[in-house]
């Protein structure tokens, strides 16, 4: 495992880093690998399989793009890769550790360290500006204040908003909101982002302003897990899987 | 960062943050009334006791100062020895006498001026033989000022068929310790007020001062040992005695200060729970980025406690308010001593009754926000998002 740790991960790593990972024997081993894993709930006395022994594996700066209709489990699945919640069978691998032997409050810090999270509704603190939502998991995290706030610019930077950084949310469009969330998933140089329907309240054009970005960001060395109803964005990733009734259907 | 997210937050809906501030700030203002209410007769009694350094009191057995109209027999002579003790600084006799000042009723006390408690001065000078210290009341009621005459009739004293009756010259005005503020007063030299009512060698009580570095309850006990023939009482014995008889004033101020502080803390529990219900998605979604459910609620019981602090504040404010308009009614209060109190600040309690309501805020918040950061994220996540 080494997000949260110095020297790897896109807002540190230079060139040569990211071209390392991207070619080298790195780039081979798996970030995440999801081994016969399924979820059931019980909604209203019946079972409810919302993932059904599904495996994959993620490897290091791979963009995957997870599709499907409403309710097939994408959602599901981004939140047991990204140890949000926990499987009812099989298990799930994120840099060898599997997440839900962990305790609550390990999950926590482990999720806090190791992946980044974007929502289709942003939820970005609407009192915070840019910068300081930016900076938030890295406080949390315990990074000092004036590195926080260095590494928060560049980030913004990074997704085009360098000239946005003390503004709120409400100040901001759709799009750079996503760019804000996209940023604050990238603060503790995570080894794996997750974003959930990342283009859902997005137009055309910002959407494929967001899929250039996420491109970069793998080009960059970053792994991207991204699920989406949107063919643009999912034509765009590197890889693509399709999720029916909670099973994959294009392993 | 977090906690700056949450305390940004109040300012997010000022209406909503005004009312609530405003709702709880009626609750401290109650809180702090009780705590005004619940101590503030026996400190301001404990004040008037001590106000001119009489902490111990001499009266005949059984009775309280003013309380009767029993009289000490041989008072001067029991003011001598008690004078004599080493403990004693000085003892200052009081004679009352009811009579007519003015022809109108009026409470009469016969002092040795060099030496009395009952009253201190606000203009004029202290009496000679054949004058007379005049209280506002009186002074207003008969049209008096130092130099005028006034007369003052005494009923027939004991064992005599005819009513006393003499014309003193006001000498000066004076504020009575003891008095109410509708009581008129009038004070003379014990031998004028002795001759008068007919009671030679009699006093209602004696004010006793302690030697400077001596305990006022060890002197007290001694002199209580040493003249068993009458009542001696140190100023905190008068003051537990009255703290006894006024238990009702403190219980009806702590139930009422408990449940003041309970409204407070169900008040900003409502609010909080209200407000982090609004927030459940982004609650959800930092619990989803890693930020700790320690972390998250601490935030959010931050926000509650900034919102309780600036309502005590406020609340402070508002009860020192009502106190004030509390105190001018209960002042008119038949028969109680215009220095008394009901509602007086003590920092002490004040504190105490802040902290209280600081942590009742504080905790208020802590159930909602430990509910909305310890639910299933996914569930929370897939409600929230579309």
Redesign the interface.
């Known amino acids: 495992m080494s997000g949260g740790t110095a020297g790897d991960g896109p807002a540190r790593g230079g060139d040569d880093r990211a071209a390392a990972l991207r070619s080298g024997p790195e780039a081979e081993r798996p970030v995440v690998v999801a081994e016969a894993l399924g979820r059931s709930y019980r909604l209203e006395g019946a079972l409810i399989e919302a993932v059904r022994d599904v495996s994959l594996a993620v490897r290091r700066s791979e963009f995957l793009a997870v599709t499907g209709p409403s309710g097939s489990g994408k959602?599901?699945l981004l939140?047991l890769l990204?140890a949000?919640?926990t499987p009812t069978s099989g298990r799930v691998l994120l840099g060898g550790t599997d997440p839900a032997t962990l305790s609550?409050?390990k999950r926590?810090?482990?999720?806090?360290?190791h992946?980044?999270?974007v929502?289709?509704?942003f939820?970005l603190?609407?009192?915070?500006d840019a910068r300081?939502n930016v900076?938030?998991?890295m406080?949390?995290?315990g990074v000092p204040r004036g590195e926080r706030r260095e590494r928060a610019g560049a980030l913004l930077e990074r997704v085009g908003l360098a000239d946005r950084l003390r503004h709120r949310p409400a100040e901001l469009s759709g799009g750079q909101r996503q760019r804000v969330a996209i940023a604050?998933?990238l603060a503790?140089r995570p080894d794996l982002v997750l974003a959930?329907?990342p283009t859902?309240e997005l137009d055309r054009a910002t959407s494929r302003d967001i899929l250039t970005l996420f491109r970069e960001l793998s080009a960059g060395g970053q792994t991207l897990v991204v699920a989406t109803h949107d063919l643009e964005l999912a034509g765009g990733a590197g890889r693509r899987l399709e999720l029916r009734d909670g099973a994959l259907v294009r392993p | 960062?977090?906690f700056?997210?949450s305390v940004?937050?109040l300012?997010?809906h000022p209406l909503r943050t005004g009312l609530a501030v405003l709702g709880v700030a009626v609750s401290a203002a109650m809180l702090v009334d009780m705590l005004m209410l619940g101590g503030g007769i026996t400190t301001s009694f404990r004040e008037l006791l001590l106000g001119k350094g009489y902490a111990i009191r001499v009266t005949p057995r059984g009775t309280l100062p003013l309380d009767t109209d029993a009289t000490l027999e041989g008072a001067d002579s029991l003011r001598r020895a008690m004078a004599a003790d080493p403990g004693v600084a000085g003892v200052a006799p009081v004679l009352a006498v009811r009579l007519t000042a003015a022809g109108t009723s009026a409470l009469a006390l016969g002092v040795d001026p060099d030496e009395q408690g009952v009253y201190r001065l606000t203009g004029g000078r202290e009496p000679a033989s054949g004058e007379a210290v005049v209280g506002p009341g009186l002074a207003r009621d008969g049209d008096l000022a130092p130099g005028d005459s006034l007369v003052l009739v005494a009923p027939a004293a004991l064992g005599t068929a005819a009513a006393g009756r003499r014309t003193f010259r006001v000498s000066g005005t004076a504020d009575f310790v003891y008095a109410s503020r509708e009581e008129r007063s009038v004070a003379v030299s014990i031998a004028d007020l002795r001759g008068l009512s007919g009671r030679p060698d009699r006093a209602s009580f004696l004010m006793v001062r302690a030697a400077p570095g001596r305990d006022a309850d060890a002197v007290a006990r001694a002199l209580s040992r040493d003249f068993p023939g009458v009542a001696v009482a140190s100023a905190s014995e008068l003051v537990e005695r009255a703290g006894r008889r006024l238990s009702y004033f403190r219980q009806l101020a702590v139930i009422l200060g408990t449940v003041s502080l309970f409204v407070a803390a169900l008040l900003v529990g409502t609010i909080m729970a209200v407000s982090i219900g609004e927030r459940a998605?982004?609650v959800a979604?930092?619990?989803?980025?890693?930020?700790?459910?320690?972390?998250l609620v601490a935030a959010l019981a931050a926000e509650s406690l900034v919102l309780t602090a600036a309502a005590g504040v406020l609340g402070l404010g508002l009860g020192l308010v009502v106190a004030g308009r509390l105190e001018s009614i209960l002042a008119g209060f038949p028969g109680l001593p215009s220095a008394v109190r009901f509602f007086v600040l003590r920092p002490g309690p004040l504190l105490v009754g802040y902290g209280a309501l600081l942590l009742a805020g504080t905790l208020a918040a802590v159930v909602p926000a430990w509910r909305a950061a310890s639910g299933?994220?996914?569930l929370a996540?897939?409600r929230?998002?579309?």
């Open positions: 959602s599901t939140h990204g949000v919640d609550e409050r926590a810090r482990f999720r806090l360290l992946v980044g999270l929502f289709q509704r939820h603190l609407p009192m915070l300081e900076e938030l998991p406080s949390e995290a604050r998933a503790n959930d329907e859902g | 960062m977090l700056r997210a940004r937050e300012l997010r998605g982004i979604a930092l619990r989803a980025v890693g930020i700790s459910r320690r972390s299933s994220i996914a996540l897939h929230e998002e579309p």
